[in-house]
């Protein structure tokens, strides 16, 4: 854990905090926060990423803030983490993987409203976010095991050299037929929370599969909107939260900066193209996003990208025109979800998509012949 008094900046999807100190008084939504301090706390404990909390408070709410870290905040973040890993002790993600067909397993309230969302989302995209495609994700070679320094082959569908070689035909069809997420079932029942395994199996070289989950795909949003949550009910209303740089939730900014209204963040989002470049500066406040794309993790064999969002139309690595795509709105943990989708779908089939999220903005990096162009209704523009 690291602790830092912020002067100036904070580096993030990334969020510019161009801390213009002067010596007017700075009044945001009726708050006088010229005196206000920059407090910024990091981790790389939870979800094989960064998490940082990034306030302005009065000087005398430092100790408390650094409590809620060291307290509340760090609890929450563990507990959403190990409930939805793929092979924490406690996770309902891992005992709902080694179930069997159809087993009902009681799920944490936290399991059950991530996978809320996660319906939700499912619906809004018709499909395209599928939290159903572990098998296909680990087939692929995305999970997290493969990340490990000491990877060796272990299942059946593993290869060697899993990024330069491709998986047997046999094994994309058939976890994309378990991949079917309406037939997966969560219900409140009593004082628990349940979730019914779909009953579908499939069977490759004699051994057979059932249904995963892999909730990499809203989780991190999810926690963002969590922890935003405790800052607010205690206080805090000045900040952000950014979890992985991929998901955001923020309040307000007590700094003013150049080009943003008062109160707003400008955040960058990441090039698709140019590494450690920015092309979209959007402008937000009390507010979240998430950013999606294939140059996140990739591998490339005889000339194709193969991405860790895969297309649950095909079971295979998407191959839309989208490079990469941003969405801004009141949930990070939809965002989260929203921008994995609008990968999937396209830039067509997003923007129409989009029409219909009320609430929702969105910037989408389309690959050109020359390089990208970029669609967006967010605030913000192209840099
Ligand atoms: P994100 O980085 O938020 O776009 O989420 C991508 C991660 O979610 C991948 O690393 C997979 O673990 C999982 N995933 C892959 N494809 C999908 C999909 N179509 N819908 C939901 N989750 C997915
Ligand atoms: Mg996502």
Redesign the pocket.
């Known amino acids: 854990m690291t602790k830092k008094r912020v002067k100036i900046a904070v580096a993030a999807l990334a969020v510019a905090l161009l801390a213009s100190l002067c010596a007017c008084s700075v009044v945001v939504d009726g708050t006088d926060v010229t005196d206000y301090t920059g407090v910024q706390y990091t981790t790389y404990e939870f979800f094989n990423t960064n998490t940082t909390v990034s306030c302005y408070l009065p000087a005398k709410d430092a100790d408390r803030l650094r409590s809620l870290w060291d307290g509340e905040i760090r609890e929450k973040l563990s507990e959403i983490s190990s409930l939805l890993s793929q092979d924490g002790e406690n996770s309902d993600v891992r005992a709902f993987n080694a179930a069997e067909e159809g087993a009902t397993l009681r799920i944490d309230a936290v399991t059950y409203e991530v996978l809320t969302l996660a319906k939700q989302a499912y619906s809004d995209t018709d499909g ?4 159903a ?1 572990a098998l296909s ?1 680990d087939l692929w070679g ?1 999970s997290t095991r493969f990340n490990k320094s000491d990877y060796s082959p272990s299942k059946p569908y593993d290869r060697e050299n899993f990024r330069s070689e491709l998986p047997d035909e046999s094994y994309v069809n058939a976890f994309l037929s378990l991949a079917d997420f309406s037939g997966t079932e969560i219900y409140a029942e009593g004082d628990g929370y349940y979730i019914k395994k779909s009953s579908d199996v499939a069977e490759v070289d004699g051994v057979v599969y059932t249904q995963q989950l ?1 909730l ?2 809203i989780g991190k949003g999810y926690a963002a909107d969590a922890i935003a949550e405790i800052l607010r009910e205690n206080g805090f209303a000045f900040g952000y939260v950014d979890i992985g740089s ?1 998901s955001m939730s923020l309040m307000k900014n007590a700094r003013k900066e150049a080009g943003a209204e008062l109160g707003e963040w400008t955040v960058s989002v990441l090039s698709p193209t140019e590494s450690g470049k920015y092309y979209f500066k959007s402008y937000v406040k009390d507010s979240s996003l ?1 950013t ?1 794309g294939s140059y ?2 990739f591998y490339e064999i005889g000339g194709r990208r193969y991405s ?3 297309d ?1 139309f095909t079971g295979e690595p998407y191959q839309s025109d989208v490079l990469t795509a941003s969405v801004f709105g009141e949930s990070a943990a939809l965002c ?1 979800a929203y ?2 989708a609008f990968c ?1 779908l396209g830039s067509e089939k997003a923007v129409a998509l989009a029409g219909k999220l009320e609430g929702y903005t969105y910037t989408v990096a389309v690959s050109t012949d020359q390089g990208f162009d970029v669609l967006s209704n967010a605030k913000g523009k192209r840099v």
């Open positions: 395209a976010f599928n939290p495609l994700v995305f892999d990499s795909g991929s998430s999606s996140q993790q860790h969002i895969i649950p989260d921008s994995t999937v």
